[in-house]
């Protein structure tokens, strides 16, 4: 089992930035890819960004690649999702989730209860 806690949303407006973090408890947190998800209202749930449980090797959807950057602090049992150039259709529910898949789009086995990131025009 393995318990996530997101942090670090908030009011922003467009343009700018905000890192997520997502904290990690029970098994060992090293061994899990972690992934970044939103969904804003009336949407789906979708992939933004995964990082490999090792050498942390990432993926990126489309969407974000070259505004997300996602990485991890195993000592920490802390994953980081860094958001610039933040737009008002970033706005949205984020999500952090974990799996022992690697490099997941989809199908994650643990879920935080999310955190809001609303970006202002």
């Known amino acids: 089992q393995v318990q996530l806690v997101e942090s670090g949303g908030g009011l922003v407006q467009a343009g700018g930035s905000l890192r997520l973090s997502c904290t990690a408890s029970?098994?060992?947190?090293?061994?899990?890819?972690i992934g970044w998800f939103r969904q804003a209202p009336g949407k789906d749930r979708d992939f933004l960004a995964a990082i490999s449980w090792s050498v942390g090797i990432t993926y990126y959807a489309d969407s974000v690649k070259g505004r997300f950057t996602i990485s991890r602090d195993n000592a920490k049992n802390t994953a980081y999702l860094q958001m610039i150039s933040l737009k008002p259709e970033d706005t949205a529910i984020y999500y952090c989730a974990a799996t022992t898949q690697y490099l997941a789009t989809g199908s994650y086995d643990y879920w935080g209860q999310g955190t809001q990131v609303t970006v202002s025009s």
């Open positions: 029970g098994r060992t947190f090293s061994r899990y890819t």
